[in-house]
């Protein structure tokens, strides 16, 4: 099992359509989790952090995250095209916080 | 804030060469510095941790002695490819933790080792 674990897509939403982008992970001890988006050809943009149980809202992004279920989710309100690319969920190393344990990305497509 | 620098952007050299990448950031001290390679459609891969002062400490399959490491300031990383080759071409992408625990990336460096 990966420890980080997200469906590669693509996940192809309408223009202002709600778009869902889900990951687990394995280690029930994990602290931090971490929304990353990547364009294509460029390096990772931090979108969201998220520590605690619960949802938690930036602009049209909110995180949820259930840590009895381990699962972390990025919720993309009102999504545009600008926002087509690949989304990478990042959660800590518990043996080496400082270290990120990457999914492998779900790509979102958004069409007009 | 937050904001973290790769220099140069995009390099191309001859096999055998040796290739210096720097990591910077700008409005912030990082003692602790990632760096990362990722292939075309794959995910990033965790190269090395790069710590102010210290030795880097490298992941599992990634050969110290080729990619040489130096953290001399808080603000500033280096990663040398030495003896590049072909399989060495990739994105290379270091990152600077700012705070307890959230990495911000730099821009990245495509080499394409001829």
């Known amino acids: 099992q990966k420890e980080v674990e997200q469906n590669s897509g693509p996940l192809s939403v309408p223009e202002g359509a709600i778009a869902s982008l889900n990951c687990t992970y394995s280690d029930r001890v994990s602290q931090s989790f971490f929304w990353y988006r990547q364009y294509s050809g460029k390096s990772p943009e931090l979108i969201m952090s998220i520590y605690s149980n619960g949802d938690k809202e930036d602009g049209r992004f909110t995180a949820q995250l259930n840590k009895a279920s381990q699962y972390v989710s990025l919720l993309i309100r009102d999504s545009q095209p600008s926002d087509s690319a690949t989304y990478l969920c990042a959660v800590n190393d518990p043996r080496n916080t400082d270290k990120l344990i990457f999914g492998t990305g779900t790509r979102l497509q958004v069409f007009p | 804030g937050a904001v973290v620098s790769q220099h140069p952007s995009r390099v191309i050299c001859k096999s055998g060469t040796s290739v210096k990448i720097e990591c910077r950031s700008l409005?912030?001290?990082?003692?602790?510095m990632f760096w990362y390679r990722q292939f075309p459609k794959q995910s990033l891969m965790l190269m090395a941790t790069?710590?102010?002062?210290?030795?880097?400490?490298?992941e599992q399959g990634v050969e110290k002695d080729k990619f040489l490491i130096n953290h001399a300031s808080l603000t500033l990383s280096t990663l040398t490819v030495t003896s590049a080759h072909p399989e060495d071409s990739s994105f290379y992408i270091c990152?600077?933790?700012?705070?307890?625990?959230?990495?911000?990336f730099g821009p990245g460096t495509r080499l394409t080792v001829l």
């Open positions: 409005d912030f001290q990082a003692t602790t």
């Open positions: 790069s710590n102010e002062g210290s030795k880097a400490t490298y």
């Open positions: 990152s600077a933790m700012s705070g307890a625990d959230t990495q911000y």
